[in-house]
């Protein structure tokens, strides 16, 4: 056996080994990132539907269901990408949901306490929301959603924000 030839090989096939462990490695790393920020963001939208609701029941008594889909199926996730802060402000919104219930079915209950208990859910979704927001959205993508009218609402831009893609005339 000729040593010249064998000790190059032997370091070539270790170098290339380690090589494709860590390029793995980063690879698997990076796909987990993009899946719970994925998750973390429908858990966003979910909880943006979820405070437009129990605002529609405090303003104008309409209690439409609120929806926990995404938090039962990616609380795995999140538990493991989101910090401990952050997760406990998002499970304190999703606790308050027994309350909304509550409020929608308690008809005797006084309209002042009522609306004391949603403002307070209503806050506890706000408090995930902005918890969340700098987690899962880069600067430009926040400052997209709030041309869109608003960290707190969805689709229309509100009345005085300038059309998407524009910004507004200095004065």
């Known amino acids: 056996m000729d040593v010249d030839r064998i000790v ?5 096939a270790v170098v290339g080994v380690l090589g494709w462990l860590l390029v793995g490695v980063y690879m698997q790393r990076r796909q987990f990132g993009r899946q719970a920020k994925n998750a973390g963001r429908a858990l966003y939208f979910e909880l943006l539907l979820n405070r437009m609701n129990v605002v ?6 309409s209690f439409l269901p609120l929806g926990r889909s995404a938090f039962d199926r990616l609380l795995p996730e999140l538990a493991t990408s989101l910090p401990a802060a952050s997760l406990l402000t998002v499970v304190g919104a999703y606790t308050g ?3 909304y219930q509550q409020a929608a079915t308690e008809h005797e209950a006084p309209a002042e306490l009522r ?7 209503e806050g506890a979704h706000r408090a995930a929301l902005d918890a969340l927001r700098p987690q899962l959205f880069s600067a430009r993508e926040a400052a ?3 041309r869109l009218g608003g960290p707190y609402s969805i689709g229309m831009p509100a009345p005085d924000a300038p059309p998407a893609g524009r910004t507004a005339a200095r004065t």
């Open 56 to 61: 529609l029941a405090r303003d104008y008594g």
């Open 144 to 146: 997209a959603l709030a």
């Open 115 to 121: 609306r004391r208990s949603l403002d307070a859910i």
């Open 97 to 99: 949901h027994a309350g």
């Open 8 to 12: 190059p090989g032997i370091i070539g």
